[in-house]
């Protein structure tokens, strides 16, 4: 807990170089976190999917 | 101008905003928006490329300075990022910072990259790694909700010796060639 606010971790690893590391783990995660978060604060999503 | 190629990102940060490009736009380089989720500094950035940039704490000293590098509204900024409103930050390489707004179905993709042309104590890049998902959290919230979060601020443990350390090396350093970068993957922060 951060002030009023949660905060939340993931931790996703896999193998591989720099960028490529990047493609993989910002294509997903970023949307289903997006829209926890949508979900907690409004009700609803940000991202339809 | 600063060489941009020299830089590489170590802290990228990915979010959804359920916005119109055109606000996230707004959001970044609007003093009335950045107050409320950027630990209440206020941006001070002239809308060119060439043109000055600031970060200005609610005392009205300078916290960051920089200049802008790319200026393409509402899809990408760019800019220097030189902490001026601590001390010992003065002595260290500056940084690039960048803000990419894209569409994406019905919402936006805001990413941020923090890239460096040094190789960054994991310390110092601690910094950025706890603050952006703050201030980015808090920049999506506003928007879909209309309030900012309330969180708690503060350096991560250890960073302000890191930076110490480090700005003494720096001054060691100065004049060599310094094109060597870590092939570490960049942190990843995505909320």
């Known amino acids: 807990v951060a002030g009023k606010a949660v905060k939340l971790t993931i931790h996703h690893e896999l193998e591989g170089e720099g960028t490529r590391f990047v493609e993989a783990v910002s294509g997903g995660w970023p949307k289903i976190m997006s829209n926890l978060k949508s979900l907690l604060e409004t009700g609803d999503v940000a991202f339809a999917v | ?191």
């Open chain 2, 1 to 191: 101008m600063v060489d941009v190629t020299k830089f590489k990102p170590n802290t990228v940060y990915v979010t959804y905003i359920d916005a119109p490009p055109e606000k996230v736009w707004q959001a970044l380089i609007d003093p009335a928006f950045t107050r409320q989720y950027f630990f209440g500094f206020a941006i001070d950035v002239e809308p060119r490329a060439g043109g000055a940039f600031s970060l200005l704490a609610p005392d009205g000293s300078t916290h960051v300075s920089g200049e802008v590098l790319q200026w393409s509204p509402p899809r990408r900024l760019c800019v220097t990022w030189r902490v001026a409103g601590m001390k010992d930050f003065g002595e260290l390489p500056e940084c690039l910072v960048s803000y990419d707004v894209v569409q994406a179905g019905g919402s936006v993709q805001l990413t941020m990259m923090e890239s460096h042309s040094w190789e960054v104590p994991e310390a110092i890049l601690q910094g950025g790694q706890s603050g952006w998902p703050k201030i980015l959290a808090s920049l999506k919230s506003l928007l879909e909700t209309g309030k900012p979060l309330s969180i708690a601020t503060g350096m991560p443990e250890g960073f302000v010796e890191a930076v110490k350390k480090a700005g003494r090396r720096e001054a060691v350093a100065e004049g060599l060639d310094q094109g060597v970068y870590s092939e570490t993957p960049p942190g990843i922060s995505a909320f």
